[in-house]
C-alpha cells in the first residue's frame, strides 16, 4: 500500500527558510518521479515542484523557481522541499504526489504558513 506522510511545515515570518519531507513506503521509491504540489483554500491544487526518479532533473512552477529546491534521497525513500525567501503568498498546505501505473498518491499535507 502507497503511503506518503509529509513533514516540516510550520509558522515562518516573511523571508524565512524552511525544509518540507514527504517519507514513502510502499512502492519502489527510485524508479517513480516525486512531485510537491500545494492547495490554497478555494484554489485548485498548484504543481510545486517535479524531480525524476533519481535526481537529475527538477521542474519548477514560476511561482517558487530560484527560491525552493527539490531533492530526494533514494536510500531513505524521502523527497525533500527547499524553500527559502517564503513570502505570505506561500501560506498553503503542501502535499507530495506521486503517480504509479496512472494511479495519483498523495499525503495528508502539511501546513505552510507565513505572515509578520
Known amino acids: 500500500q502507497v503511503h506518503l506522510v509529509e513533514s516540516g511545515g510550520g509558522l515562518l515570518q516573511p523571508g524565512g527558510s524552511l525544509r518540507l519531507s514527504c517519507a514513502a513506503s510502499g512502492f519502489t521509491f527510485n524508479m517513480y518521479a516525486m512531485s510537491w504540489y500545494r492547495q490554497a483554500p478555494g484554489k485548485e491544487r498548484e504543481l510545486v515542484a517535479t524531480i525524476n526518479y533519481n535526481g537529475e532533473s527538477a521542474n519548477y512552477a514560476n511561482s517558487v523557481a530560484g527560491r525552493c529546491t527539490i531533492s530526494r534521497d533514494n536510500t531513505k525513500s524521502t523527497v525533500y522541499l527547499q524553500m527559502n525567501s517564503l513570502k505570505p503568498e506561500d501560506t498553503t498546505v503542501y502535499y507530495c504526489?506521486?503517480?504509479?501505473?496512472?494511479?495519483?498518491?498523495w499525503g495528508q499535507g502539511t501546513q505552510v504558513t507565513v505572515t509578520s
Open positions: 504526489q506521486v503517480i504509479i501505473r496512472l494511479q495519483n498518491y
